[in-house]
């Protein structure tokens, strides 16, 4: 049964020790939505990143799931593990944990394996932050098959987890974001932040099939990443038992929108 889930921004700056202004606000919420997943009493996080994107339905939805234990790094954004405040930081078990005590701090990180792609040291960096110690699963959700994605938010949904998706709106929104401006963005945005925040609520169905039916060519036109983490998550609401209402908040710092949405329990 899914017990709550997060949505978060894939900006190294959450997880930073201190970040520009206009984006403390941001980093503060999703630090909360975090530590509320860490306090659901699941058995485990389940973390969904955005995979591999346009690739042809043919081709299936291309999907990497693996537990362990987790060395979180931003050393390939060209941020040093202290810089970062994760030198020596390990959240999740490797099999040999599951079996024994956890041991000494550097036993543990040899035992790990360093992920160092954003999105997922992102979410990871957050969960040691709140404290999580129990297992931890990272989903990397691509291509473009919505119905695959679902089955597999279906799947992971009848187990006792919460979900962090790690995936943002779009990155061409205002002459100052990280892509270049598209006009259509300003209204995808505000669509799909409504109906995320509408998510999961008794009678929402169609708010979901809105969400499900999203063209994945214009969010990969729009550089919107979490197109995959919400089809997993739409899977997943669909097989749990209890709704979850959602609260969430939306800002455009430097042009890119940044969504933080928290589903609870109602």
Do not use: C, K
């Not at 889930?5 to 403390?24: E, G, N, Q, R």
């Not at 530590?35 to 990143?49: D, I, N, Q, S, Y």
């Not at 591999?52 to 931003?74: I, L, N, Q, T």
């Amino acid at each position: 049964m899914l017990r709550a889930a997060a949505l978060i921004p894939p900006t190294v700056l959450l997880a930073l020790p201190s970040a520009p202004a206009p984006f403390d606000d941001v980093r503060r919420r999703a630090s909360a939505e975090v530590e509320r997943l860490v306090g659901a009493g699941a058995e485990r996080v389940v973390v969904v990143v955005p995979g591999p994107v346009g690739v042809a339905r043919e081709a299936g939805a291309p999907v990497s799931r693996s537990g362990g234990a987790w060395h979180p790094s931003f050393r390939a954004a060209g941020i040093d593990d202290v810089r970062s405040g994760l030198a020596g930081v390990v959240v999740g078990r490797s099999a040999q944990d599951a079996n024994e005590d956890d041991g000494a701090p550097g036993d543990r990180l040899a035992r790990s394996t360093v992920v160092d792609d954003v999105p997922s040291a992102v979410g990871l960096s957050l969960l040691a932050r709140a404290g999580w110690s129990g297992p931890v699963e990272v989903v990397a959700a691509g291509g473009s098959d919505a119905v695959a994605l679902r089955d597999l938010g279906r799947l992971i949904g009848r187990d006792d987890v919460v979900l962090l998706l790690v995936g943002g709106l779009s990155a061409r929104r205002g002459p100052g974001a990280p892509l270049a401006e598209d006009p259509r963005a300003v209204e995808v945005d505000t669509a799909v932040a409504q109906d995320l925040a509408s998510l999961g609520r008794p009678g929402a169905a169609d708010v979901s099939a809105r969400l499900a039916a999203m063209d994945p060519a214009l969010a990969l036109e729009l550089a919107i990443s979490a197109w995959a983490p919400w089809q997993v998550l739409l899977g997943a609401l669909a097989e749990t038992g209890p709704a979850l209402a959602a609260v969430a908040s939306v800002s455009v710092p430097a042009g890119a929108t940044y969504a933080v949405v928290g589903w609870r329990p109602q």
